[in-house]
């Protein structure tokens, strides 16, 4: 079993900056891919950002240019860097962790952009 905690979500005002974190205890080893989706209300639940073990990391197009994932194997941590925030990137923030074909979700994050 794997669990996900995520942290930094908050208010921000556009073109502002936020750096959300996800850390996985139990068992970490075998997470392959690892992964933020995002959810505002009213609309489908998309993929933001992922990465594999291996560091190649790809990114929604709405993302590309403002935001980074990354990912620490030694903290079992993966990062997501969010620059030049838009009151658009309003929404419910989660990470993923993909073990064994299995996926994992964390109980997200909320992330606001004021205009």
């Known amino acids: 079993q794997v669990q996900l905690v995520e942290s930094g979500g908050g208010l921000v005002q556009a073109g502002g900056s936020l750096r959300l974190s996800c850390t996985a205890t139990?068992?970490?080893?075998?997470?392959?891919?690892m992964g933020w989706y995002r959810q505002a209300p009213g609309k489908q639940r998309e993929l933001v950002a992922a990465?594999?073990?291996?560091?190649?990391?790809n990114y929604a197009d709405s993302v590309k240019g403002r935001f980074t994932i990354s990912r620490d194997i030694a903290k079992n941590t993966m990062y997501l860097q969010m620059n030049s925030l838009m009151p658009e990137d309003t929404a419910g923030y989660s990470c993923?962790?993909?073990?064994?074909?299995?996926?994992?979700w964390g109980k997200g994050t909320q992330v606001t952009g004021s205009s």
């Open positions: 990465i594999t073990r291996d560091g190649v990391a």
């Open positions: 993923t962790a993909t073990r064994l074909g299995n996926d994992c």
């Open positions: 139990g068992s970490t080893f075998l997470i392959n891919v």
